[in-house]
C-alpha cells in the first residue's frame, strides 16, 4: 500500500499535472501535500490578485467614463464586497474539489508535511512512501524575507495576506518593486489606499526591459503610488499607531501596513537533499537538467522550486514534460519562449530576451522601440504612455525577444512567442496582417522596421 510507481511532493499546479497526465497510464502515483491542493496561485497567488486587481480596474474604467461618457460619475468603494468576490475566487480556500479530480484521477492523495528522505523515499506522518520508478519535487518557493533589523519583530505581510484583505488600510507601504510589488501596489491605490511603493534598485520590474519601467511608474502614480526608487530600507519599527520604516538618505516613511514583496525562494525546508543526492543552485534553487528536468538519478523537479521561472503556466508545462519522460519519451523542455505578464494597467508583457540579454550572449542585437499609444487603437482607447521594443538578431535575422507595455499586452504575446520559439524569420513575420483598429496592428508596423534595420 505504501509503494508506488511515482511519488510526488507537492500537490501544486506542477503535481496536478503530473497526477492528471498520468491518469490510464498504468502507473501508480502517490501525491504528498502539508497544504491546499492547487499550490499558490489558486488560493493566494494568481487568482486572487488579479481579482482584486479587477475590481480596481472597474473603478479606473468608471472615472475614465468622467472624460471620454459621462459628465458625473461618483461611487462608494465596498471593500467588503471586494473581499467577499476575492476569496470566492479563491475558492473560499477550500481544496475539496481539486482534491476530489486527483483522487478521480487515480491519484492517492497523501495528507501532512511530507520529508524526502533519500532517493526514492518520502515519509510523511510516520509513514514512509516508497517509489519503485520516480519522484518528483514540486514544493514550491515562499516569500524572501531581507534580513532588516527589526523586520520579523513586526506583523508584516506577504502576498499571502495581501490578496485576502478583511478591510482596507488606510495606508499600504510594500517594500519591492517587482511584479508583485507593483501589482498590488495598484490594486491598493485604486481601491483609496495610500500606498508608498519602496525599491532598493534604480527601477521597477527590473527583470524587464528599462523601458518597461519607465513608462509605468507614470501610470502607478497617476493612480496614487507614491514610488520610492533607490531607497534601500534600514530599519523597521512598529507600533499602535502602524509601521515606520527607516529609508537610507531619505526621510522615513509611515503607514499603517506593511507588504513584503521583495521575491520569492525555494521551499526546500522538507527536502533532505544530501540524502537524496540533490544539489542547489548559488542562488538556493533546486539544480536541474532544465531539458529533462532531471536534479538527480530517478530525480525530477518541477515548476517554482527549479528557479526557472515562477509562473503557473511554466509549473504546468513542467508537469506535462516531465510526464512524457516518466511514460519513456523522450521529451525535452524548451525555456526559449516562456511569456512573463505583470497585470498592471497597462500590462507588461514579455517574452525571450532583453537587449542587455542579447548582448552579453554575444548576439548582433537590433532593436525597435515604437509607442502603442501613437495608433489608432490608442487614441480611440484614449491610453498614452506605452512602449513595445522588439529585439532580433541581425545576424539570424530572427526575433530573440519582445517587450510590450500597453492594455491587453498579455493577450498580443502569443504570435510572439510562436515566432521566438520557432525563429520564424523576420521576412516572414514582417509580412503578416494585423486587425486594424486592434491594439496588435502596432506589431505589423514594428515588424516591419525590424526586418528593414536587421538587413
Same mark, same amino acid.
Given at each position: 500500500?505504501?509503494?508506488?510507481?511515482?511519488?510526488?511532493?507537492?500537490?501544486?499546479?506542477?503535481?496536478?499535472?503530473?497526477?492528471?497526465?498520468?491518469?490510464?497510464?498504468?502507473?501508480?502515483?502517490?501525491?504528498?501535500?502539508?497544504?491546499?491542493?492547487?499550490?499558490?496561485?489558486?488560493?493566494?497567488?494568481?487568482?486572487?490578485?488579479?481579482?482584486?486587481?479587477?475590481?480596481?480596474?472597474?473603478?479606473?474604467?468608471?472615472?475614465?467614463?468622467?472624460?471620454?461618457?459621462?459628465?458625473?460619475?461618483?461611487?462608494?468603494?465596498?471593500?467588503?464586497?471586494?473581499?467577499?468576490?476575492?476569496?470566492?475566487?479563491?475558492?473560499?480556500?477550500?481544496?475539496?474539489?481539486?482534491?476530489?479530480?486527483?483522487?478521480?484521477?487515480?491519484?492517492?492523495?497523501?495528507?501532512?508535511?511530507?520529508?524526502?528522505?533519500?532517493?526514492?523515499?518520502?515519509?510523511?506522518?510516520?509513514?514512509?512512501?516508497?517509489?519503485?520508478?520516480?519522484?518528483?519535487?514540486?514544493?514550491?518557493?515562499?516569500?524572501?524575507?531581507?534580513?532588516?533589523?527589526?523586520?520579523?519583530?513586526?506583523?508584516?505581510?506577504?502576498?499571502?495576506?495581501?490578496?485576502?484583505?478583511?478591510?482596507?488600510?488606510?495606508?499600504?507601504?510594500?517594500?519591492?518593486?517587482?511584479?508583485?510589488?507593483?501589482?498590488?501596489?495598484?490594486?491598493?491605490?485604486?481601491?483609496?489606499?495610500?500606498?508608498?511603493?519602496?525599491?532598493?534598485?534604480?527601477?521597477?520590474?527590473?527583470?524587464?526591459?528599462?523601458?518597461?519601467?519607465?513608462?509605468?511608474?507614470?501610470?502607478?502614480?497617476?493612480?496614487?503610488?507614491?514610488?520610492?526608487?533607490?531607497?534601500?530600507?534600514?530599519?523597521?519599527?512598529?507600533?499602535?499607531?502602524?509601521?515606520? +520604516?527607516?529609508?537610507?538618505?531619505?526621510?522615513?516613511?509611515?503607514?499603517?501596513?506593511?507588504?513584503?514583496?521583495?521575491?520569492?525562494?525555494?521551499?526546500?525546508?522538507?527536502?533532505?537533499?544530501?540524502?537524496?543526492?540533490?544539489?542547489?543552485?548559488?542562488?538556493?534553487?533546486?539544480?536541474?537538467?532544465?531539458?529533462?528536468?532531471?536534479?538527480?538519478?530517478?530525480?525530477?523537479?518541477?515548476?517554482?522550486?527549479?528557479?526557472?521561472?515562477?509562473?503557473?503556466?511554466?509549473?504546468?508545462?513542467?508537469?506535462?514534460?516531465?510526464?512524457?519522460?516518466?511514460?519513456?519519451?523522450?521529451?525535452?523542455?524548451?525555456?526559449?519562449?516562456?511569456?512573463?505578464?505583470?497585470?498592471?494597467?497597462?500590462?507588461?508583457?514579455?517574452?525571450?530576451?532583453?537587449?542587455?540579454?542579447?548582448?552579453?550572449?554575444?548576439?548582433?542585437?537590433?532593436?525597435?522601440?515604437?509607442?502603442?499609444?501613437?495608433?489608432?487603437?490608442?487614441?480611440?482607447?484614449?491610453?498614452?504612455?506605452?512602449?513595445?521594443?522588439?529585439?532580433?538578431?541581425?545576424?539570424?535575422?530572427?526575433?530573440?525577444?519582445?517587450?510590450?507595455?500597453?492594455?491587453?499586452?498579455?493577450?498580443?504575446?502569443?504570435?510572439?512567442?510562436?515566432?521566438?520559439?520557432?525563429?520564424?524569420? +523576420?521576412?516572414?513575420?514582417?509580412?503578416?496582417?494585423?486587425?486594424?483598429?486592434?491594439?496588435?496592428?502596432?506589431?505589423?508596423?514594428?515588424?516591419?522596421?525590424?526586418?528593414?534595420?536587421?538587413?
Amino acid at each position: 500500500m505504501d509503494e508506488f510507481d511515482v511519488l510526488c511532493l507537492g500537490a501544486g499546479v506542477c503535481g496536478e499535472a503530473i497526477g492528471g497526465e498520468l491518469k490510464g497510464s498504468g502507473l501508480t502515483i502517490a501525491i504528498v501535500e502539508n497544504g491546499l491542493v492547487g499550490g499558490e496561485c489558486p488560493y493566494w497567488g494568481c487568482v486572487p490578485s488579479k481579482t482584486l486587481l479587477r475590481s480596481g480596474e472597474t473603478l479606473a474604467e468608471s472615472g475614465r467614463a468622467r472624460q471620454l461618457a459621462a459628465s458625473k460619475v461618483e461611487w462608494t468603494v465596498d471593500m467588503p464586497k471586494i473581499s467577499k468576490r476575492v476569496l470566492w475566487m479563491a475558492r473560499d480556500l477550500d481544496d475539496t474539489n481539486p482534491a476530489k479530480a486527483l483522487e478521480e484521477a487515480g491519484v492517492v492523495l497523501v495528507r501532512g508535511q511530507g520529508q524526502l528522505t533519500g532517493p526514492r523515499t518520502i515519509d510523511v506522518g510516520g509513514r514512509r512512501l516508497t517509489a519503485r520508478k520516480a519522484v518528483v519535487v514540486a514544493t514550491g518557493s515562499e516569500p524572501v524575507v531581507p534580513p532588516i533589523p527589526g523586520l520579523q519583530e513586526t506583523p508584516f505581510w506577504t502576498n499571502r495576506d495581501a490578496v485576502l484583505p478583511k478591510a482596507l488600510p488606510k495606508s499600504l507601504a510594500i517594500l519591492g518593486g517587482g511584479a508583485i510589488g507593483v501589482e498590488l501596489a495598484q490594486a491598493y491605490g485604486r481601491i483609496g489606499c495610500r500606498v508608498e511603493l519602496i525599491e532598493a534598485g534604480a527601477r521597477l520590474v527590473a527583470a524587464e526591459e528599462p523601458e518597461a519601467s519607465d513608462v509605468l511608474q507614470p501610470h502607478l502614480e497617476a493612480d496614487g503610488v507614491h514610488v520610492h526608487l533607490g531607497m534601500r530600507c534600514t530599519g523597521v519599527e512598529h507600533s499602535e499607531a502602524g509601521f515606520k +520604516l527607516q529609508l537610507e538618505g531619505a526621510q522615513p516613511v509611515t503607514a499603517e501596513k506593511l507588504l513584503v514583496a521583495t521575491g520569492r525562494k525555494a521551499r526546500l525546508a522538507t527536502v533532505d537533499l544530501a540524502a537524496a543526492g540533490l544539489a542547489t543552485t548559488e542562488r538556493g534553487w533546486l539544480k536541474v537538467n532544465p531539458s529533462t528536468l532531471e536534479a538527480a538519478g530517478g530525480i525530477f523537479a518541477g515548476g517554482d522550486v527549479t528557479g526557472i521561472g515562477g509562473f503557473t503556466h511554466l509549473a504546468f508545462y513542467h508537469g506535462q514534460v516531465i510526464t512524457m519522460r516518466l511514460l519513456g519519451g523522450d521529451a525535452r523542455a524548451d525555456h526559449t519562449a516562456v511569456p512573463r505578464v505583470t497585470f498592471t494597467d497597462p500590462e507588461v508583457a514579455s517574452v525571450g530576451i532583453s537587449e542587455k540579454g542579447a548582448f552579453e550572449r554575444s548576439i548582433d542585437a537590433v532593436t525597435v522601440v515604437s509607442d502603442p499609444g501613437e495608433t489608432a487603437r490608442g487614441y480611440i482607447h484614449d491610453f498614452k504612455g506605452g512602449v513595445i521594443k522588439l529585439v532580433a538578431d541581425r545576424q539570424a535575422r530572427v526575433l530573440v525577444g519582445a517587450t510590450i507595455v500597453q492594455p491587453r499586452a498579455g493577450e498580443m504575446l502569443g504570435e510572439l512567442s510562436l515566432a521566438v520559439k520557432q525563429r520564424i524569420p +523576420l521576412r516572414e513575420l514582417s509580412d503578416l496582417i494585423h486587425p486594424f483598429p486592434a491594439f496588435s496592428r502596432v506589431l505589423g508596423a514594428a515588424l516591419r522596421e525590424l526586418h528593414v534595420k536587421a538587413r
